[in-house]
Structure formats: C-alpha cells, structure tokens
C-alpha cells in the first residue's frame, strides 16, 4: 500500500510538504504542489483517513443501528439520515440488529472500538442494559421512532399512541364493533403505545376493552404477518377488523387471507403502520398510518450532528425530544361497502 512516504520520495519533497498539499495547499508553492499532485495520481496514493481521525480525535462517521432493514420503514429513515450527514461532510455506517439485544450489544461494541463520532438507535434490547454499558465510552446517540423518559440523550420519535387511535377510529367509523390488534413483541413500546391508541378509541365509542383481541407475535415481518393470519382464520366467530402494527405483518395478514379466498375488506378490514411504499401497491391497496420515516431519520441526524459539532460546548447542546405526528393514509383494504 502506497504511504505518504512514497509520496514524498518520489516528489523529492518532506513528509510535511505532502501533508500540506492534501490539507492546507495554499501554504505550498505552485509549482511543488503540482509536482507533489502529480506524483499522488501516478502512484494511486489515498490517505487512511482512519490515521487521521486518531490524529485528530474526531471521526467523519455517524453508525446507524436499526430493528430490521428487510423493512422499507428504516430503508427511509436511513436515507433521510445520509442526507444530513452527507450534507456535514459525514459518512454513516448501517448496521441491522435483527431484534437481537444479543446481536445490538455486538455492535455497540464495535461502534466504541471503532470510535465512531456517534449512534443513532433504535433499541432491541428493551432492558437498556446494553446502552447503559455504552454510555461509559462517552459516544453520543439519539434514540430513533423511540421516546427517551430520562435526559441522558435526544429522541425523535412518533406519537404511536396517536396513530393507534386514528386506526382505530377509523375501523369503528366502517361501522366495525369489535377489533383485532395484531402485534409484535409488546415488550416494544411501539407495540405498547399502538395499543394503548386503540383502547383510549374504544373508550371513545363507548366500547369495553373486552371488544378489542390481541394477536401477539415473535417478529414485526411478514412471515409472523402470515401466521397471524391464520389464527385469524382461526377465530370463531371470524374477525371482521384487525388493525396490525405495522405494514409487512398487514401484508403477510393480507397474503393469508387471500390465499383462503376471504375477501379484502368485505371479509376483513385491515390497516397496518408505517405506509411503506409497498402498502399502496398491495394486491388490495392497503389502508395505513404513515410515519415520516425520511424526516425521522434526518432530525435524529441533524441533532447528533450538533451535539458533536465544533460549536456543541459554545452553544451548550440540550438534549430534546422531538415528537413527530402520524397519518391517516385511507386505501382499499378497509373501506366497509356502505361507504364506498
């Protein structure tokens, strides 16, 4: 691997002539700085910017850990956090905790050996152990679609507890009277708090929790989406709304139901969460909450950004968390024939 070294030996020049050339080239004469230019594109020389963050003490990269990327949901809010970073000259490292606080942890260490500048997060480990051993590196982080109770970082999350109420009103304004809650792990807060939405909208329409039936399951993908389905299908009587709390568990409900031959809405109205883009382009459009996963992502950026900036001990950074407000998205797939 060609060095700085190199560099300078073949351009007849010192090791801080070269340096100067890649980091401060107006204090080099012309002519030096184009023979030196010169040599670098002959031998291929590029700097190991991993040196030169140790140097300096401050990398250009931000890690991203998210729950699932097989999930278009974080696909968005990892563009919208490259944009901000790109924008500050950064780079962002994507890592995938597969719902694994096993799989977290590994990471989390590999972010401090790696010295990253900081994380931004979406937890799987539900304990916080795994953060609370990672908050005595000094790295910091900002919490992603989860709200922090404390003060030890930012948080931009959204109001799922809102966004399970619209979904639910929205079942009960077709005329349905008893509900389905399809789930994740509860142990999530997402799940939790989606929950909690649709019981304060029963309370609304002056139902009894006892109307609303929670299918729990392992994951939030579309395999766990297909066999909750089939204990829909197994239900007696047959749900005639269920409400999932997120779109790939809509979809493996929707591809579920289909199979059966039981009609969508007809036979069973379905709203999921998230309103990736694969909701609208379902076999039955689908009916979902939408989060803004772009601007998710790029505000969590955005404020780890000025934590660790130049200008965070002047201005004294303050951690914030931000709440962003969900939508109601209306397709197909919940539509009751009265209303069509």
Excluded: W
């Amino acid at each position: 691997m060609v060095g700085i070294k190199d560099v300078a030996r073949r351009a007849g020049v010192s090791v801080g002539t070269v340096s100067n050339v890649i980091n401060r080239p107006e204090m080099v004469a012309e002519e030096t700085r184009t023979r030196v230019q010169a040599v670098i594109t002959q031998l291929g020389y590029v700097r190991s910017e991993s040196a030169r963050q140790l140097r300096a003490g401050r990398s250009r990269i931000i890690a991203l850990l998210v729950l699932d990327m097989a999930n278009p949901f974080f696909a968005d809010v990892a563009t919208g956090a490259e944009r901000a970073a790109r924008e500050e000259g950064l780079g962002v490292m994507l890592c995938n905790s597969a719902q694994s606080p096993a799989e977290e942890a590994d990471y989390l260490s590999l972010f401090a050996e790696q010295r990253v500048r900081g994380v931004l997060i979406t937890p799987a480990d539900t304990t916080g152990r795994s953060l609370a051993d990672f908050r005595r590196h000094g790295i910091p982080y900002v919490m992603v679609d989860r709200l922090v109770s404390g003060d030890e970082c930012c948080s931009v999350s959204v109001d799922d507890v809102t966004g399970g109420t619209l979904a639910a009103r929205h079942l009960l304004a077709q005329g349905h009277r008893e509900l389905v809650y399809v789930s994740g792990p509860m142990q999530l807060s997402q799940c939790r708090d989606r929950h909690t939405g649709v019981l304060a909208a029963l309370r609304e329409a002056g139902l009894p929790p006892e109307a609303l039936t929670l299918v729990e399951g392992e994951r939030l993908d579309v395999a766990a989406g297909r066999d909750a389905g089939a204990r829909l299908l197994g239900m007696t009587p047959r749900p005639t709304a269920v409400f999932c709390a997120n779109d790939l568990l809509a979809l493996g409900v929707l591809q579920t139901l289909f199979a059966a031959g039981v009609p969508v809405p007809d036979g069973m109205a379905l709203v999921g969460y998230d309103d990736i883009e694969f909701a609208a382009a379902a076999a039955v459009p689908l009916t979902s909450v939408r989060q803004p996963a772009y601007r998710m992502g790029r505000t969590a950026a955005d404020l780890l950004i000025e934590e660790t900036g130049e200008d965070a001990a002047r201005y004294r950074h303050r951690h914030q968390k931000i709440v962003l407000q969900p939508e109601l998205v209306v397709r197909d797939s919940s539509i009751s024939a009265a209303h069509r």
